[in-house]
C-alpha cells in the first residue's frame, strides 16, 4: 500500500576484507569483500507532493543537492523508469561522514529506492531494487540488503552471511581526501602480491571466533592508500595500542576501523584518539547482525 511520507535509516558499512580479482575489459574491477553493516546511520525522509521535480536538503553544507547527490540520481531513475506523477522531497540528515569509505552517499541511494517502493508500490522485487542500486554505485546493493555479505562481481553478487561478530567499533576518519579512482589506478600499477583469507574470514563469522575474525581483516587498497596518507598507518597503530582486537581500513579509505571486546574499551580509545587526532571524525559504532539467513 503506498503511503506519501516515509522516514529510514541509511546504514554505514566497513570492509572486513577487500580483494580485488582482475581489472574488466569495462574497467571496472572484479572484487571479493566482506561487507558489515553498521550501526552509524544517516536518515532520509521522502515526502511525496503535487509539485513535479525533485528537492533535496541536506544538514550538511559540503554535500551537493542537485544531480550529483546519489539519492538524487536514484530517484530520478524510478521517475523516469515508472513515469511516476507529481515530485518528491528528500530530507537527509547526514552523520556518516562524506569520502569515508563507509558507503555513506550508497547508503542514501539504497534508503531513496526502498523508500520510493513502499511509497509508491512500485512492483520491484529484492532482486530488482539491487539491479536499480547498481545502476547507481557498486556499494548500494549491498547497502540495500544490509547485514554481513560476501560481494562479487562489481559489488552486485551479494550472498548473506550468518554471522556472529561480537565487537564494538570504533572509526576513526582522517582529514585527508581520498580519490577512490586515484586510488585503484594506483594498485592497478603495483597490484598486491597478498591477498585476504576469505574463506577463513567466513569460517570465523560462523562461528563467532572472535581471534580469528581480527586476525583475518585485510583490505588490498590499503597500502595504496597508506603510500599516499601516512597518517592511516598512525591511526590503526595506536588503534591497536588502545585495545583494538584487529584494525583495518575500510574501503579505499581513509577511515580506519577497530574492533573491541567491549564498548567501555572502545569508547575510551575513542576519547584517546579525538585528542591525538581532534580533526578527525570519531564514532563508536556496533555491526548489525541480521538473523534472516
Not at 12 to 35: C, F, S, W
Amino acid at each position: 500500500m503506498a503511503v506519501s511520507e516515509i522516514t529510514l535509516s541509511a546504514h554505514a558499512k566497513v570492509n572486513l576484507t577487500l580483494d580485488i580479482l582482475q581489472k574488466r575489459p569495462d574497467g571496472y574491477h572484479e572484487v571479493r569483500m566482506i561487507m558489515q553493516e553498521l550501526a552509524l546511520s544517516d536518515t532520509v525522509t521522502l515526502r511525496k507532493t503535487e509539485v513535479p521535480g525533485i528537492t533535496l536538503t541536506c544538514n550538511a553544507p559540503d554535500v551537493p543537492t542537485d544531480a550529483r547527490n546519489l539519492c538524487v540520481k536514484a530517484a530520478l531513475n524510478l521517475f523516469e523508469r515508472f513515469s511516476l506523477p507529481g515530485g518528491l522531497e528528500i530530507s537527509l540528515t547526514k552523520k556518516i561522514p562524506a569520502a569515508a569509505g563507509l558507503a555513506g552517499g550508497s547508503a542514501d541511494a539504497a534508503a531513496v529506492l526502498q523508500g520510493m517502493r513502499t511509497c509508491y508500490d512500485l512492483p520491484l522485487t529484492d532482486a530488482g531494487l539491487y539491479a536499480e542500486g547498481k545502476k547507481i554505485g557498486a556499494d548500494v546493493p549491498f547497502c540495500i540488503l544490509g547485514g554481513t555479505a560476501v560481494s562479487e562481481g562489481i559489488g552486485e553478487i551479494l550472498t548473506p552471511v550468518p554471522a556472529v561478530l561480537d565487537f564494538t567499533v570504533l572509526l576513526v576518519k582522517p582529514r585527508a581526501a581520498v580519490s577512490t579512482k586515484a586510488v585503484y589506478e594506483a594498485y592497478d600499477e603495483k597490484p598486491s602480491e597478498t591477498h585476504p583469507d576469505t574463506e577463513g574470514m567466513l569460517e570465523a563469522l560462523r562461528t563467532g571466533d572472535a581471534p580469528g575474525i581480527a586476525l583475518r581483516l585485510e583490505n588490498v587498497l590499503e597500502p595504496v592508500t597508506l603510500a599516499m596518507h601516512p597518517e592511516i598507518g598512525e591511526i590503526r597503530k595506536k588503534l591497536l595500542s588502545l585495545g583494538a582486537s584487529g584494525a583495518r581500513m575500510s574501503g579505499s579509505g581513509p577511515t580506519v576501523f577497530g574492533l573491541f571486546r567491549e564498548r567501555e574499551a572502545a569508547e575510551h580509545a575513542a576519547e584517546e584518539m579525538k585528542k591525538i587526532f581532534p580533526d578527525a571524525f570519531t564514532a563508536v559504532t556496533e555491526a548489525v547482525i541480521k538473523d534472516t539467513v
